[in-house]
T-cell receptor, first 116, second 114 residues
Framework: AQTVTQSQPEMSVQEAETVTLSCTYDTSESDYYLFWYKQPPSRQMILVIRQEAYKQQNATENRFSVNFQKAAKSFSLKISDSQLGDAAMYFCAYRSAYNYGQNFVFGPGTRLSVLP | ETGVTQSPTHLIKTRGQQVTLRCSSQSGHNTVSWYQQALGQGPQFIFQYYREEENGRGNFPPRFSGLQFPNYSSELNVNALELDDSALYLC?????????????FGPGTRLTVL
């Protein structure tokens, strides 16, 4: 079974600075997808960014980018120019490309605080 | 485009009772998944429905059951509630032919079992 680990329960960053959230995963599969979701206090999970494992190029969405290291099974999220609205729980998630019905495996989350 | 909606927002039940939670998927999405998120933890996959049939299940007992309707909306039913069932229940919808399988989440239903 796949597992996802987020080793930083809490992180903080100064407004306008850059922060990196860590995620590692364990799998024996070669094809899969990785996601970062944000969950603000409103509780609704919001997709931040996604990465296909077969793509070597790291995904980027505006201020959000990932560092995907397939061999190391690492998938970190970098937030540049942090804003107060970025404060939330961030979850890393894995989805197998072979077993669609098994859906996502989530990590335990990292709580990000943004300091003004 | 209408997003994923869930009802009710909050619910309080007592141990042994039964509960039904509802979800309307995002417009055009034909697959619905349910997750349980205990306080301070990441979501845990319960099951997924596609074409009104369960096509994937996580490590949850049979007292967790579901339905999907022709309009792709869905219900999660939990029988014989236990204290540990207290959690946020999230519904997510997706397109079956989206190979990446990106899921779009609703705001959740907070269930408290006393």
């Amino acid at each position: 079974a796949q597992t996802v680990t987020q080793s930083q329960p809490e992180m903080s960053v100064q407004e306008a600075e850059t922060v990196t959230l860590s995620c590692t995963y364990d799998t024996s599969e070669s094809d899969y997808y990785l996601f970062w979701y944000k969950q603000p206090p409103s509780r609704q999970m919001i997709l931040v960014i996604r990465q296909e494992a077969y793509k070597q190029q790291n995904a980027t969405e505006n201020r959000f980018s990932v560092n995907f290291q397939k061999a190391a099974k690492s998938f970190s999220l970098k937030i540049s120019d942090s804003q107060l609205g970025d404060a939330a729980m961030y979850f890393c998630a894995y989805r197998s490309a072979y077993n669609y019905g098994q859906n996502f495996v989530f990590g335990p989350g990292t709580r990000l605080s943004v300091l003004p | 485009e209408t997003g994923v909606t869930q009802s009710p927002t909050h619910l309080i039940k007592t141990r042994g009772q039964q509960v039904t939670l509802r979800c309307s998927s995002q417009s055009g999405h034909n697959t619905v998944s349910w997750y349980q998120q205990a306080l301070g933890q990441g979501p845990q996959f319960i099951f997924q429905y596609y074409r009104e049939e369960e096509n994937g299940r996580g490590n949850f007992p049979p007292r967790f059951s579901g339905l999907q309707f022709p309009n792709y909306s869905s219900e999660l039913n939990v029988n014989a509630l236990e204290l540990d069932d207290s959690a946020l229940y999230l519904c997510a919808s997706s397109l079956a032919w989206d190979s990446v399988g990106t899921q779009y989440f609703g705001p959740g239903t907070r269930l408290t079992v006393l």
